[in-house]
């Protein structure tokens, strides 16, 4: 019994190794190498015949080879993360934090970061997660000067 698996799960392998190189092969018949000059030349190598209207009348834009292009930067993915300096500074601003600003995630910070969210009706937990943050960047630009007792 055992032989007869051994024997089916070798024809098995080896039909599927056959198969695969035949998909393969099928793969790089279909397809041609393509130079970058080739790609850039794809759109300009159509017939103006068989161009939409739209296309035939909007005039060619063709940028100059001096024109510097400016690329904007992509968003970060997910939600938006602040540094502790910027949590340190916005904790500042509202009257919660005392300390210098220094960039560590300490005792300090995370005090100043409990009493906000205890002040603010927020989940008292220390972290500064998108709700916290939320509410804390309203104060991430305003005065260091500014206390609570100010506003």
């Excluded at 056959?18 to 080739?38: D, H, N, V, Y």
Aim: charged share 20%; net charge positive.
């Amino acid at each position: 019994m055992r032989r007869y698996f051994l024997i089916g799960v070798l024809l098995f392998f080896s039909v599927y190794m056959l198969g695969c190189g035949k998909k393969q092969a099928a793969l790089e018949e279909g397809q041609e190498p393509m130079s970058m000059e080739a790609l850039g030349t794809m759109n300009a190598s159509v017939p103006e015949s068989k161009l939409p209207e739209a296309a035939k009348a909007a005039p060619a834009i063709t940028p100059s080879p001096t024109a510097a292009v400016k690329l904007e930067p992509l968003p970060p993915a997910g939600p938006y993360r602040p540094s502790v300096t910027e949590i340190q500074t916005a904790l500042k601003n509202a009257g919660f934090y005392l300390g210098e600003i220094d960039g560590k995630y300490g005792p300090k910070t995370r005090r100043a970061v409990r009493e906000f969210q205890q002040a603010n009706s927020l989940a008292v937990d220390g972290k500064v997660g998108p709700r916290t943050w939320n509410r804390l960047s309203a104060h991430s630009s305003t005065a260091v000067g500014a206390t609570k007792k100010d506003k």
